[in-house]
């Protein structure tokens, strides 16, 4: 059986500086009280390690304010502006881990909406990192997911400014359908794409090597946005596409008849996993 892997497959840079700041917060504070303010990513694997050297997860805000010591991690998803100003104004020492590429989105979308723009993130309004975006907003903001959505958008004042930004993670196909939808609508429109080139680049990598496989695996935690939105590809690419987060979600059976098989791994996905899946294919077919 010839295996192909995605060269992009598994954490991507935020992801990785994101963990790794754990890490070093471990080593440096031992014995120390840190937290993370959500899971520092969405992969059951690396919350299970986390916990077991003593990193506790605070997953409200009614944590977050019950705390009165101790290390607070902010996660690569980012928070809303009031969470830092919460635990300044505590006097609680916090990291922050936000991944560049969204700290970038966060300072345009203060800047724009402070300058009176009405904001629209193009994005999952469940996501943290749509949470943490819309957080750092001075004025008005919508979220819009999909076509109806964007359809359905509308503002009485037809000069005024909009300034659109995506979530990172975001389709970038259905972020052009989406801007383009927006746009007919005559307003004095910004678009900055955001989404991260990574993760572009991962989702056209993936579509490509599921094209020609005749089985795609796509691994990932369930949780994960990125690789909800990788398994979404490679399904329309290749018809037996199948989603797992560890090897022991692996159906064998499922592979018996192919030849070719695509492996991808979403942002969240550690090597040791996409590795393991990968050796197993190839020695046992």
């Known amino acids: 059986m010839e295996v192909e892997l995605a060269k992009t497959a598994g954490f991507c840079f935020g992801v990785k500086r994101a963990v790794e700041t754990v890490y070093q917060e471990i080593k440096k504070n031992e014995g120390a009280r840190i937290y993370t303010y959500g899971p520092i990513i969405h992969n059951d694997e690396v919350i299970r390690d986390l916990k077991q050297q003593g990193v506790e997860v605070l997953n409200t805000l009614e944590e977050l304010e019950g ?9 690569s998803h980012g928070v809303p502006e009031s969470v830092c100003s919460l635990l300044e104004n505590k006097g609680i020492r916090y990291v922050d881990a936000t991944c ?92 900055l794409n955001t989404i991260c080139n990574a993760t572009k680049e991962r989702q056209e990598e993936a579509s490509g090597i599921a094209s020609r496989v005749d089985a795609m695996i796509v691994i990932g935690d369930k949780k994960s946005s990125n690789t909800q939105k990788l398994f979404e590809i490679c399904s329309n690419a290749c018809e037996n596409t199948y989603y797992i987060q560890t090897l022991g979600d692996l159906n064998v059976n499922q592979l018996r008849s192919v030849e070719t098989v695509g492996i991808t791994a979403g942002a969240s996905t550690p090597n040791k996993i996409i590795e393991e899946v990968q050796n197993y294919v190839r020695i046992n077919f």
């Open 67 to 75: 705390l009165t010591e101790g290390t607070v991690v902010i996660r």
């Open 100 to 191: 560049p590429f969204v700290k970038k989105i966060h300072q345009i979308v203060r800047k724009e909406s402070s300058k009176g723009a009405h904001v629209v993130i193009i994005g999952n309004g469940s996501h943290p990192e749509v949470t943490g975006i819309r957080g750092w907003a001075v004025g008005p903001v919508d979220i819009i997911q999909n076509a109806r959505e964007a359809e359905d958008f509308f503002l009485e004042n037809k000069g005024q400014k909009v300034c659109v930004v995506s979530q990172t993670t975001f389709n970038y196909n259905k972020f052009q359908e989406l801007v383009e939808i927006i746009t007919k609508k005559g307003y004095d429109i910004i678009v």
